[in-house]
Each structure stands twice: as C-alpha cells, then as structure tokens.
C-alpha cells in the first residue's frame, strides 16, 4: 500500500520533474489554442510571444490561449504529461499588454487546464477523503475561470460543488474521532500515521460539507495528534483549503 506522505509529496511537493520538462521546453513553441477569428490572431501573435520577466518562470511560453476579442494569455512554466492529460505546476499567467503578471502558482499546486468558449479554466486537484467509503482520491477542489467582459479581464473562483458528504458520511467521521485513542505523530506507527491523516482529510470533508462539529474536530486534531514533517505541511494546506471553503460559502450567502 503507497504510504499518504508519498502520495502527498506526490501531489504536491514532486517538482523537480517538472522542472526538468521545464527546461526541455525553453526551445519550442508554445501551444496555440486559438479562436475562429484567424486575423486576430495573427495580430496578437506578432505582438506578443512572451510572458512578463519574473523571479518566477521563464518567458518562453508553454501554452498560448487566443480570445475572440483579440486578446492573448500566456502560461510559461512547468507542465508534464498525466493520463494522457497535460497537468501545470509551478507557473504564471500572463496577459499580452499587461506588465504586471496575472499570477503565480506555485511547486505545492497542480493544475488542469481547459480552454472553452473564451473561457479558460485552471482546475486545481486535491487528495480528498471522496473515493469509495471515504479514501484518499485525486479530485478537483476548485476551478478558477479567465474570461473577458467588456474587453475587461475576469478572475473568479469557485469550489466543486461535488465535494461534499452525506449525512451518514459526516456521521460516521464524527464517531471515528470521537472513537479515537490519541496518540503524537512522532511517538506512533506509520500505520497510526496514515490513519489519522485520512481521519482529518475526512474531518475536512465533513467540514466543508456544512458540519460544525467536524469544524471544531478538525481545528482540535492538531493540538492532539501533533502532525511533524510533511504531515505537519499537509495539516496546513488543508486548514487553508477549509478556510477558502468558508469564504465562498460567506460570500455566496
């Protein structure tokens, strides 16, 4: 059985592949994912074939995206092949005319990326408690979306509905860490480890899914298993993921 911390720096820590990719590409051309409207984009193309200067990525392209408004956005830095499907980590946006980058994702963050109907779409994956009686899965935590309204650039962002768990879901977390015998991460098993990772994964969940007692468990979880190392930095980016869910959920109100 893979053990959560590979998974995790799997996930979300494994960029020196991509950087090597990154620098296999600096001599092609970037990708073009062009709209119907042939003549703008041959305007824009003359005019803009790099990324802002940045301590971020290099300027040479990965992926161009055309709007039918003639405006260009560009992705420079790392991506790799996954399934079949191209993932970004470790990369900007930037936008033709703009000299100030759109912005930066960094090594700890991977990305799908779709360009439809002038739209384009950086679809963020998670290792979430959502698989089959509540296991660690690849998903889409959230999707941010790039359009233009009134030649005006838009940015919003938006949480996957589909995360989310039943009522007999959030249950049985809840009963799973009440039930719990604690013990600090550095005094137990690997075994102990990995399942009490997964039982805040699911608190996360649980959370996310409307629980406020799985909210306040999940806020507990630290101080009584006391994550070190790399479980420690999974610990915070899901407090952050929790946090973003609760913004979104006060905004839509």
Known sequence: MKKLCLLFVSLSLGCAQEKGLEKEQTNKKPEAIQTDVASTVVETDNKCKACVESIYA???PDTAFDFSNGQRLLICGGSEIQDKKKVYSEFVISECGNN??????GAVEKYGIEYVKDTLKLSKVELLAIGENRELTEKTWLTEYFYYQ?????????LNPKIAYSQSEIDNTLQEYEATKWMIQIESSQEY???KMRLANRLL??????SRKAEQYFKEFASNFKPDGVYSEWYSEMESLLEFAKKQRKNSR
């Open 58 to 60: 290099e300027t040479e």
């Open 100 to 105: 100030t980058l759109i912005g930066f994702w």
């Open 150 to 158: 009134d030649n005006e650039l838009q940015r919003v962002k938006k």
């Open 193 to 195: 480890t990995e399942e």
């Open 205 to 210: 969940v649980a959370a996310v899914s409307g």
